[in-house]
């Protein structure tokens, strides 16, 4: 255990902290994360500090200049954050003092960790949410180009795992970038809530110190400020909101991941990997495994797993700060860093996966995948859909007896079912004109699919 550092606290302390107990509570291990927010949280209460006669114009300058050395040091990796701090406030602070002297002293006024801690977080919150938008417009891009390349491409759509309709494999790949768009303006959503302002709270009840909480907002570019100095240092919805999202994310994903497990097996054959992004068998030689779609689509898990987590550490607390909260970081760190991950790598296989284009027909030669087709047909010669149905049924149920496919049916056959078919009718079993055959908005048919193509490329550019 290495030895610990001087604390921002313990003037009322006559004992050195038991070591075990300073290694439980510190938390640098995991907040160093934050030492670019903390610092620039600093620089924007140290020029408030300043501007309003708090401190010395002077020693607000001298701490500003510390402050923003900092900043360069840590881009260019020469600050060395030193794991034996409390947590990164204490760091940040010991390491201003020994960079500019005494005048460090002046800047912790007016400002608690408390406040603090829930400022960095929002910051991170904040930069988090424009890197994983951005990391979901990928993606979508990708899947775009995915879908623009085999916009000719139709394979069985599926409903409880069973052979439904034929669809276009474009208009499936186009259902994830719905599912993405929603999950981006929900992360936009959340930030109206991340960028409030908590500093200012002080511990919990505001200060003396006559500062100007709305000029720190300003300069940190918040457009709000927490309006109750308890709420201020006690609210983690702005996380909660950020994870839930990145839950919903995280289900998505693992369902595009279990989509791409299924097509790389040999039973469903529609997409080969490529093999720079599959993995093998140290046992089997023969195995080329989808690993990536398998870690994502159990990385959800993870990510539920840390909203939870926030959650039920936050179940019950009583107002204000309590030191549990230190847990949050944990969570929100862990959940931004998998999804983020998540989508960079996904948006590399698909980059590099193929479509078995050859493999198709037969993934549609074998079934009654047009049978609602020949329904819809009789419809349109006065039939009931109810009715349509049942016969429809019998029909199947009939080629099925004969091991028969329903587009070997003859058209005498068809008509002992019913007099609305004639030869017509078979030609609604071809699963390339039952696609083309969709009319609805938002269906799957060709002009459908190139008219939501169009508008994604658009909205992507
Ligand atoms: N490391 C703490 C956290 O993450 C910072 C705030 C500590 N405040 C306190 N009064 N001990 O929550």
Redesign the pocket.
Known sequence: RMAMKKKLWGGRFSKRTDPFVEHYTS?IGV?YRLARHDVAGSIAHAKMLGRCGIIPQADSRRIVRGLTRMLRLLAQGRWQIDPASE?I?TEVQQTLERLIGPAARKLHTARS??DQ?SLDLRLYCREAVAELSAAIRELQRVLVRFAAAHRKAVIPGYTHLQRAQPVLLAHHLLAYVEMLERDRERLQDARKRIDILPLGAGALAGTSLAIDRRFVAKRLGFPRVAENSIDAVSDRDFALELLSALAILGVHLSRLGEDGVLWATEEFGILALDDAVATGSSLMPQKKNPDVFELVRGQAGIVIGELTALLTVLKGLPLS?N?D??WD?RCVFGAVEASHDALVVLAQVLRHARVRTERLPALLASDALCATDLAEYLVERGAAFADAHGLVGRVVAYAEQRGKRLRDLSVEELRRFSGRFDRTALARLDPARSVERKRSLGSTSPAEVARALARWRKRLR
């Open positions: 938390s907040d947590d406030h960790r408390n801690v700060y030191r909260m230190q970081k």
